[in-house]
């Protein structure tokens, strides 16, 4: 099941948190589509839910860093209401960046992999 899914069936009984959110992308990583991955995703999010998370993939694996890391390859930065729209399938990722909602900094290409390693749709 995708992760949109589980977070628009979770939405019915309440709403999901940042944290929450991110905790479900870990659990949805794709191994095969993060073959030959060595890469280090940073969210930094803004506003009440804000925070830093890190998710390195490497081997076929991936491990979250609460707090983040100093030199991810690609930072994702946008603020928590932003975020959660975007996980709901409310906000496209694509909009959101070209109209300044979401900020990204340093290896697009592998932003534009994010939604296949994560089962996002």
């Known amino acids: 099941m995708h992760i949109t899914r589980l977070l628009l069936e979770r939405q019915k009984q309440e709403i999901m948190t940042v944290t929450e959110t991110i905790k479900k992308m870990q ?3 794709n191994p095969t589509a993060a073959a030959g991955l060595n890469k280090i995703l940073q969210l930094n999010i803004s ?3 804000g925070g830093t998370w890190a998710l390195k993939i490497a081997n076929q694996a991936c491990e979250l860093i609460p707090g983040g890391v100093e030199k991810p390859n690609l930072t994702l930065s ?4 932003d975020w959660l729209a975007m996980v709901e399938g409310k906000l496209n990722p694509m909009n959101a960046y070209m109209t300044g909602k979401l900020k990204a900094k340093g290896d ?3 932003a534009t992999r994010i939604a296949n ?3 996002l749709k």
Request: charged share 20%.
């Open 27 to 29: 659990e949805h990583f």
């Open 47 to 49: 506003g009440d839910q």
């Open 78 to 81: 946008l603020n928590d209401t």
């Open 108 to 110: 697009i290409g592998l």
């Open 117 to 119: 390693i994560f089962g």
